[in-house]
C-alpha cells in the first residue's frame, strides 16, 4: 500500500512538472523564428486568405474575409471594403456610397489602422507551448499610452495556421476569431478593383499631387 501511494504521488509530480514546463514562456531568438515562421505563412510571396470576425467590448462589431499576397491586399465587410493592387489603394464606405483613391503606401487610406503600424524590430517576443498549439505574443517595447501594447496569436503547432489574435491596448483588450486560413493559390485578379460595381458611387482621387 505504502509503495502504491509513493509511485501516485512521484506520477503526481512528473505530471504537474510537466506541466509547469510546457507552460514555461520561451523567449529569444526561438520565439522570434517562430513569430518569422508564422508571419511568412501569412504573408509570403505565396499570399494568404481567412475570416475574420471581431467584437470590441460592444462599440465595433464586424466580420469579414480578407487576402494577401506581399504588398496586395483585399477585403469585404457588410459596410467596409478594399482593393490594394500593390500601386494604388481603393477604399469603399457601401453606406456613404463613395471611394477614395491613394496611394497604396499613403496611411491617410485608413488613418486609424496607420496608428497601430510598428517595426517589427520593436517588438519583444515569447510564446508558451500549449500541446495542441502555440500562444505567441509580441509586446511593443516603449508602448505609449495610446495605441497597441501587444498582441498575442495562438497558432496551430503543426501548421501554424492563426486561430485567433488578442490585441491588447490601454484599456480594454479585443479578440479576433480567424477561421478559414488558407495559404498560397492566391490569384492576383483578387486585387483588382472591379470599378463596375460601384458605377453610382462617388469618387474622391487622393493621389493627385503626390509622389
Not at 90 to 95: A, E, L, R, T, W
Not at 128 to 148: R, V
Not at 168 to 182: G, M, W
Request: charged content about 30%.
Amino acid at each position: 500500500m505504502k509503495k502504491n501511494i509513493i509511485f501516485a504521488i512521484l506520477i503526481l509530480l512528473t505530471a504537474i512538472t510537466n506541466e509547469t514546463m510546457a507552460q514555461k514562456p520561451i523567449t529569444g531568438k526561438p520565439a522570434k523564428d517562430l513569430f518569422e515562421k508564422a508571419y511568412n505563412n501569412a504573408f509570403g510571396p505565396q499570399g494568404s486568405s481567412l475570416n475574420y470576425a471581431v467584437n470590441i467590448i460592444g462599440i465595433y462589431k464586424t466580420e469579414g474575409k480578407i487576402y494577401y499576397k506581399g504588398e496586395k491586399s483585399h477585403y469585404e465587410e457588410a459596410r467596409y471594403s478594399a482593393w490594394v493592387n500593390g500601386k494604388t489603394a481603393y477604399m469603399v464606405d457601401k453606406k456613404k456610397k463613395t471611394v477614395g483613391i491613394y496611394k497604396a503606401d499613403d496611411d491617410k487610406k485608413d488613418e486609424y489602422l496607420a496608428k497601430f503600424k510598428y517595426d517589427v524590430n520593436n517588438f519583444d517576443f515569447c510564446y508558451i507551448d500549449k500541446g495542441s498549439t502555440y500562444e505567441l505574443t509580441a509586446k511593443i517595447k516603449d508602448a505609449g499610452f495610446f495605441g497597441i501594447k501587444k498582441i498575442t496569436a495562438v497558432l496551430d503547432k503543426k501548421t501554424l495556421t492563426p486561430h485567433s489574435l488578442t490585441i491588447k491596448l490601454a484599456v480594454f483588450s479585443t479578440t479576433v476569431k480567424i477561421t478559414n486560413f488558407k495559404s498560397g493559390g492566391i490569384n492576383d485578379s483578387i486585387f483588382e478593383f472591379p470599378k463596375q460595381r460601384f458605377a453610382d458611387y462617388k469618387f474622391t482621387d487622393n493621389t493627385k499631387d503626390k509622389k
